[in-house]
């Protein structure tokens, strides 16, 4: 499997741990949450560098507007996040 597939299949992975976790509510939708869940899933836990593969897809969703940091006033930044539109 290629680099570009191996990233994609982590990318979907990743964006279903984050569905999942703002489904289950607001205490759910944080980064160390869904970064553990999605490194169980993809059984990458421990491997240093697919772990920073992970990371580096998971700070794309923020830098491409797919997250914004927060959960409301009291809790304006990570480890909350929520999707754009609300």
Not at 1 to 7: V, W
Not at 11 to 36: H, N, T
Not at 45 to 70: A, I, P
Request: glycine share 12%; hydrophobic share 40%.
């Amino acid at each position: 499997m290629q680099t570009a597939d191996i990233k994609d299949d982590m990318r979907s992975v990743l964006w279903q741990v984050v569905e999942d976790c703002i489904g289950r509510g607001p205490g759910y939708a944080q980064q160390g949450v869904v970064l553990r869940q999605a490194a169980n899933q993809l059984g990458i836990s421990g491997d240093t560098r697919k772990e920073q593969v992970l990371l580096n897809l998971w700070h794309d969703l923020f830098r491409n507007g797919d997250l914004v940091w927060g959960l409301n006033v009291d809790n304006p930044g990570p480890p909350w996040f929520h999707l754009p539109n609300g």
